[in-house]
């Protein structure tokens, strides 16, 4: 399964940006995906998720911001961000979890100015 994250970018704080995660695989459909972010000198955290069925959970910091979704039919999943914050600075990435197996796209950046 691989998996490419784009998207990302430079925008003003209060600006959006949509993420997208293309997946090339049979297995995405019935897979788990997840968006986290890893800001400089911080761990990487878990940002929101989206099941096969299609039930979301956020990220305190995130929740009434961000929104996760999905498009099986493009194997794809997405994170529309808006009213972002210099603290959503960070490089993102998704993640597909199918029965416990993961796998990683490679990240993209995410700059917020203030």
């Known amino acids: 399964v691989q998996l490419q994250a784009s998207g990302g970018g430079l925008v003003q704080a209060g600006g959006s940006l949509r993420l997208s995660c293309a997946g090339f695989g049979s297995i995405f459909s019935i897979s788990d995906m997840a968006w986290y972010r890893q800001a400089p000198g911080k761990q990487r955290e878990l940002v929101a998720t989206?099941?096969?069925?299609?039930?979301?959970n956020y990220a305190d910091s995130v929740k009434g911001r961000f929104t996760i979704s999905r498009d099986n039919a493009k194997n794809t999943v997405y994170l529309q961000m808006n009213s972002l914050k210099p603290e959503d600075t960070a490089v993102y990435y998704c993640k597909l979890d199918h029965w416990g197996i993961y796998y990683w796209g490679k990240g993209t950046q995410v700059t917020v100015s203030s």
């Open positions: 989206i099941t096969s069925g299609g039930s979301t």
